[in-house]
């Protein structure tokens, strides 16, 4: 079992940068690869970028080149670092942990990212 807890959401106005975090506990976080998603109201939950457990990296098309994602196994962290914001960043944004079939089993409660004109 994996709980897993975001941060770093608020406000930023468009062009601006934020950093979210998603602190692991509990039993095995770099054996998981771990993933940052969002759902914006009326939309489909988007899997942002991803990142396996040999720190391979993967990103949607909307946000190559602006975000990237990184793990730190020894603080059982993944991060997201958003920058060049655009308003249609704005989602909630929750971290996953893929468990052993390849689908995400283990959810944060999300992170409420906001941009602004």
């Known amino acids: 079992q994996v709980q897993l807890v975001e941060s770093g959401g608020g406000f930023v106005q468009a062009g601006g940068s934020l950093r979210l975090s998603c602190a692991a506990s509990?039993?095995?976080?770099?054996?998981?690869?771990m993933g940052w998603h969002r759902q914006a109201p009326g939309k489909q939950r988007e899997l942002v970028a991803s990142i396996s457990i040999s720190h391979i990296t993967n990103y949607a098309d909307s946000v190559k080149g602006r975000f990237t994602i990184s793990r730190d196994n020894a603080r059982n962290t993944v991060y997201l670092q958003m920058n060049s914001l655009q308003l249609e960043d704005t989602s909630v944004y929750s971290c996953?942990?893929?468990?052993?079939?390849?689908?995400?089993?283990?959810w944060g409660q999300g992170t409420q990212v906001t941009v602004s004109s």
């Open positions: 996953a942990a893929r468990g052993r079939l390849g689908s995400w089993d283990y």
């Open positions: 509990g039993s095995g976080f770099s054996s998981h690869a």
